[in-house]
């Protein structure tokens, strides 16, 4: 800025500022949408990345439901030191917790105080699944191709495998 008086006196400033039109990222990495842990296993890790040009602050929190309310969440890890690799990385203390489904989030700002959020939501499961064997009997003796049925339930569900083996091996 240059100005001129009446009398020709000048005077001027200058500033020096750095545009910034790229608003922060946060993603959660880890887990992945539709997790699931035993919390009786312990701690469960959680992964995220954070990129701005001028970062200022990120918070790690967790709250249950798929759908909370800002004023729902617990917080486990607030700071304003970032990775310089990007990644945030804390511990989940499951332990004591009801089994059901919850919300992860990764709230990270910039310096001009725009945020960035990720949201996860994920599953606590300590209960295994129920298994019954239904045909053939316990200690039957089979001769022919015979069918084997049963069930399996369970909320969580991820997969069922039926083994075969020889008596004895």
Known sequence: LTAHDAAGNTGSGSV???IDNTAPVALITAPGP???HNPDSGPWALRGSLHAAHPDHFEWAWAP???PQPGDFVALLAGTTIPD???SEVEWPTAGLPEGLYTLR???ADELERVSESRV???LDRTSP???L???QNGSVVWDPTPIRGQVQDVNLKQWRLDLAPLGG
Request: proline letters at 4%; hydrophobic letters at 35%.
């Open 34 to 36: 539709d997790g699931s």
């Open 106 to 108: 990764l709230a990270f």
């Open 130 to 132: 129920q298994v019954t």
């Open 121 to 123: 939501v994920v599953t």
């Open 65 to 67: 439901g798929t759908d």
């Open 85 to 87: 690799d990007g990644v």
């Open 134 to 136: 239904d045909t053939p």
């Open 16 to 18: 020096t500022v750095q």
